[in-house]
């Protein structure tokens, strides 16, 4: 539908990029790549360096350490406005005493394009976002996620090789959050663009990326797809982040190969090693890949400690030998007793090796 | 992409240093003395004619310098080959436009040793001209080009140029004048050797004498200026606070009426309260004929010395402890008052526990803010002071005098600089430790508490006498310009009015301008005209660089800035004659030194409003028009500069109106052609002319309240630059 819209997205390759402010590190000097036409999530707690690194990318701070290449060509020195990227804010920072079409179209005329061309192409985009004929407003005339997507029209317009979003849903309602995730997704996966997007929500992350970057402490803890971090993480940090998830200590007693013999409490687990040593090991459970059955061999025995009702499902607590675990189950669950003894058995699907 | 060329600042070195005249004109430059090239009088042609055709080889240094930096200004070659020619031309330019400047004067080598060293040169030039200027101005853009180049300030141009524009101009108008003030310090005197005389002139009993502790004479003027800035600040934080109080915790009915005493001493020409003092109490002044008449008694001249320029400044300085401690009192968050009342305290313990202490720093604040508007007044100790010296009035006398002791002023200004940058630094450090005033804005809610009845008691029994006085005072001030001779001869008049601004009719038909306030009036309004745009420009661009961009030395160049705010107007004023005196900037007596010293005597006044304008502006959104392609000049153009509109208009007529009202640095720098309202009052008040004085300050006074009324018309209390954080609610039909 939109002919305006059409390039796809590049490469950014960032090359041992850090940046400090006088003593404090605010990123450490990492290496990342982000292929053409794929969306990325840099994800963290508050203070992590995410942002900084967004805007790295986008030309507005300057990195102290490394270089970044978009589309192969080295971007390390130039300042924003001469980089191909723009960038939706977190405010969206749509200018308040301009209408919504002279705030589309204020990128392309800045790149010299005679006004009356630069409406007609700023329309287009607007109604790439489904705002078709909202151009003569004011800002401050629409809600919040007509902002939002005035916000993106006007990124979008300048037919950037790389588009960035810095927490773009965080002012937005949380259903409205929602729907405009899935917006953003499907817009980029339509122009192929290529997207680098911070949030410090997961489960936003989880939905609209093709890959995460968890970042902590100013560096990658991990990077990979959605998937891997949910079923991989090579940390409880990012495995706790990316999800509720019991850690509970366990022992390596050997290895054949890939796979492990660990001992959990009296049980013994066959795990994917993932590399760790034999010796003192931390086991990851997702609450959903535990059953509660009856106290039974092969099960790892529990009292119940607590039990609510969700509706959907119960959420249990259990104390076990190993310390406490979460479990979700179904909602009959609910109706378990303090004190009762059962048994829990592990899903290996949902339980994964990570170093102490 | 290619980085921009520095094509156009090139041509405006070029242009200064072959082409237009280098030096100053005598009689200004006519359009065919532009053409400078080819000129047979050596002062008349540009720097390259003179050292081709009158043999004036120290221009060539720049001439080279102006090649050198060609390849780089050109588009063409890598970024850092063309930062390098930038770098190298532009600092050789600086580095040999100054020397040249400073080691040749108009007596040929300006100092001995150069004399020595090479002999005498047999020929000597003036201060720089337009040519010189041109060139200057070139090779410091040029520089900070290159400096971008090299990938400084994250490579853009404009910043830097700023940068570069903000740190010339206050090393050329600060840095330079207070160090030439200073170092005249050192110069010997008569028989003595310069340490010799940097220690007489430095010890003087007349500065530090203590000998009034003990016997009936005046102490030495570092004591008086102390003992005057002390009371005075102490006095006015009281007072201050007893107005905040009311005016912020009480239901007062004239509290919008008490707010409007914070405009009086922006727009208060600086000696209209020393007269109405005078008029009240001086030797003819009511209080006094009335207790002669009624009782008899004589009582004589007190109010001229310490007790009339402390009372004249409490009067003028209280408005401003008011101002910054209304923001202090609104700025504690009821949340604690309310806690501590649920704590059981009662409303004395929690005004006592609470309230006060965490005014505390506030109260430093405006008890330094107002002791170094004490130490730098001068209208009131010059009108009230008698021969109660303090240091702004000793200096004036050591300059205008007949003592003509430059030594003597400079000391007198290195003792007052001390004095206003320790103050400052201690400002500093209070307002720095301000953080537990809350201003988070989050979860403020809560009332203020009412003031305990006896606090309360105490704020009305001292504030509304006080502000009664400020009126009785202001009414008497400018009554006093509708008598014939205050005093004696209460015949009411308006002639002290025509006297000042009478309107003739030639017989041609034309108006003449007979009054003799006319002249002064006129060069006032145009020389502040002139200086505000550019005040106004330069505050906010310091603003933006300084709320907006983060580089290598921002925290020095705010703290330089800072600084030379702090410099008290009379050192400047003396450190200008002495610095501006002499080539190489030659500007004593002209306009330009009086616009100078203008822009940046209230340069803190754009500073301050484009800081406060700017806080409110959400820094995205010039990033906003940064990612989409605008170049940062089209940034602040098309965004910061219309959302800034309210802040344009408030810091232009801000920095008008205190052009006008200005006398400290000022009254130094006055020529015949160039004479200031304030400074022709003053020399009216000191002969003795009360009725024309104040007949013109009357007509000033309004001039400015209509000055001040039509922007509070016109800016009114607009939002523009607010945002709406959170989504707003959306009228009927909207929702996509």
Partial sequence: ?356 | MKAPSSLYTWSVAALGTLILPWHMQQDGVALGGLMALGQADPEAASALWQAIAHGRFWFWPVLAALALALPGALPFGSAARRAGFLLAGAGLGLAAIVSQGLAIGVQGWSTPWLTAMFGELGDRQFGVGLGGTLAFAGFVLLLTDGLALRGFFRGDRFVSGAVGVLVASIILFTAWPVTTVLSQMFTPRGDLSTAAALADRLFDQKIWGLSCVAANVNCGVFWNTLLLATSTASAATLLGLCFALIVTRTGFPLRRGLRLLTVLPIITPPFVIGLGLILIFGRSGVVNQLAEAMFGLELGRWIYGFNGVFLAQVFSFTPTAFLVLIGVVEGISPTMEEASQTLRASRMRTFSSVTLPLMVPGLANAWLVVFVESLADFGNPIVLGGSFGVLSTEIFFAVVGAQQDFGRAAVLAAVMLVVALVAFMVQRAVVGTRSYVSMTGKGDVGLPQPLPRRVKAVAFAVAIPWALLTIIVYTMALAGAFVRVWGRDWTPTLSHFQRAFALEWAPSGALIFAGGAWHSLFTTIQLAAVAAPLTAGLGLLAAWVLTRQRFAGRTALEFALMLTFAVPGTVIGVAYILTYNIPPLEITGTATILVVCFVFRNLPVGVRSGVAAMSQLDKSLDEAAVTLRASTFRAIRTVVLPLLKPAIVTALVYSFVRAMTTVSAVIFLVSAEYEMATVFIINRVINGDYGLAIAYCAVLIVLMMTAIGLINLLVGRRRLGRRQAAPPALPAGGRA
Avoid: W
């Fill in chain 1, 1 to 356: 539908m939109s002919h305006a819209i059409a390039k796809p997205g590049a490469e950014v390759r960032l090359q041992g990029i850090g940046k400090r402010y006088g003593a404090v590190q605010a990123v450490k000097p990492l290496d990342l790549t982000i292929e053409g036409g794929t969306l990325v999530t840099l994800l963290g707690p508050s203070g992590c360096g995410k942002t900084t690194l967004l805007r790295m990318i986008a030309g507005l701070e300057q990195a102290t350490d490394g270089r970044l290449f978009i589309g192969g060509r080295d971007v390390t020195l130039l300042p924003a406005g001469a980089r191909n990227v723009s960038m939706v804010f977190q405010s969206y920072a749509l200018f308040p005493h301009m209408s919504v079409l002279d705030n589309v179209a204020y990128g392309l005329v800045s790149s010299g394009m005679r006004k009356r061309d630069a409406h007609g192409r700023a329309e287009t985009a607007l109604e790439t976002v489904g705002l078709k004929g909202f151009g003569s407003r004011l800002p401050s005339e629409m809600s919040g996620g007509q902002q939002q997507r005035v916000a993106v029209a006007r990124a979008l317009v300048l037919e950037p090789e790389v588009l960035l979003f810095d927490e773009p849903l965080s002012n937005l309602d949380a259903r409205l959050r929602r729907s405009m995730r899935e917006e953003i997704r499907a817009l980029q996966q339509r122009l192929g663009l290529t997207v680098v997007y911070v949030t410090h929500d997961q489960s936003e992350a989880l939905a609209v990326s093709d890959r995460i970057v968890v970042m902590r402490n100013a560096e990658i803890a991990q990077a990979g797809t959605p998937e891997e971090l949910y079923s991989q993480p090579n940390s409880v940090f990012v495995a706790t982040f990316m999800g509720e998830a019991n850690r509970v200590p366990g022992r390596i007693e050997s290895i054949d190969g890939d796979r492990a013999r660990v001992a959990l409490g009296g049980l013994v687990l066959d795990l994917p090693a993932r590399g760790l040593p034999a010796g003192p090991v931390d086991i990851v459970i997702r609450p959903e890949a535990v059953r509660v059955s009856a106290a039974e061999p092969g099960a790892l025995p529990a009292r119940v400690a607590r039990a609510t009702y969700m509706g959907s499902h119960a959420e249990c607590h259990f104390e076990t030998e190993v310390g406490s675990v979460f479990v979700v189950a179904p909602r009959g669950a609910a109706r378990l007793r303090p004190g009762a003894e059962v048994g829990l058995v592990l899903d290996p699907e949902g339980v994964v090796l990570v170093a102490p």
